[in-house]
């Protein structure tokens, strides 16, 4: 374990843990889901405080959907802040209070993709900007696929009531990032991520419940 000046810590190569105090933070702007803070703080090396403007987000998780034939599961869903419809990977808000994380992504792989998953893991973590946001996000994969029982199946409404799906070889979903073809951030990691931990067979990836001290909401 090192220490720098500044109070961050790592264990090799791997981002550092540590936030300089607000001297003043502010909510400007309350939204339905999340809402813009701005804080003002001491930075090292520089004259004057900092201030800066950035969106506080509850996180998220999403998840890639692998069957038995190495087919990753793909949802098209209509995005009008960019005015597309992407491509993209199961995925939910962190918006039940004190649910953890795999929990949530189970329910939203039902919700969205009328699916339950045997086997769950954890691909990687993801800061989806963190120059303008506090949004983390957990990439699962999970295997092991049976059907939610059509009674219990969720209604879904607004954009998602629009989901088209696809079956697609990891392989061909790779291509697809490579090429420009594929846009949303976490399908984009996720389908990287797990053709890289195919090649050992999964066998490297991190429980499905490993702490998440990164998340800015979940430090302990």
Same mark, same amino acid.
Do not use: C, K
């Given at each position: ?15 550092? /843990? ?7 933070? =502010? ?5 339905? /889901? ?12 520089? &004259? ?6 950035? /969106? ?9 959907? *692998? ?6 599961? *793909? ?5 009008? !802040? ?11 808000? *962190?918006?039940?209070?004190? =649910?953890? !994380? ?23 973590? /993801? ?7 506090? =949004? ?12 939610? !029982? ?27 990032? *490579? ?27 991190? &429980? ?11 430090? !302990?």
């Amino acid at each position: 374990m090192t220490q720098d000046d500044g109070g961050y810590r790592s264990d090799g190569v791997g981002d550092l /843990i540590g936030a300089y105090p607000p001297s003043s933070s =502010e909510r400007v702007f309350s939204g339905h /889901i999340w809402d813009v803070v701005r804080e003002t703080f001491d930075f090292p090396n520089n &004259d004057e405080p900092l201030t800066r403007d950035f /969106i506080d987000h509850p996180g998220a998780v999403s998840m890639v959907v *692998l069957d038995d034939d190495m087919r990753v599961l *793909l949802l098209r869903q209509y995005r009008h !802040p960019v005015g597309m419809r992407l491509w993209e990977i199961p995925a939910g808000l *962190l918006d039940v209070d004190g =649910e953890p !994380p795999v929990h949530a992504a189970a329910r939203e792989l039902a919700e969205e993709a009328d699916l339950v998953a045997a086997t769950w893991h954890v691909l990687t973590d /993801i800061f989806n900007s963190p120059g303008s946001s506090t =949004e983390a996000q957990r990439v699962f994969l999970a295997r092991g696929l049976s059907a939610v !029982p059509e009674q219990e199946r969720h209604q879904r409404t607004g954009e998602e009531a629009d989901l088209e799906t696809a079956w697609v070889p990891l392989d061909d979903a790779v291509a697809a990032v *490579l090429g420009g073809r594929i846009h949303n951030p976490s399908a984009a990691v996720g389908i990287l991520a797990a053709h890289a931990a195919a090649a050992s067979g999964f066998s490297t990836l991190r &429980d499905a419940n490993v702490a998440w001290d990164e998340h800015p909401r979940l430090r !302990p």
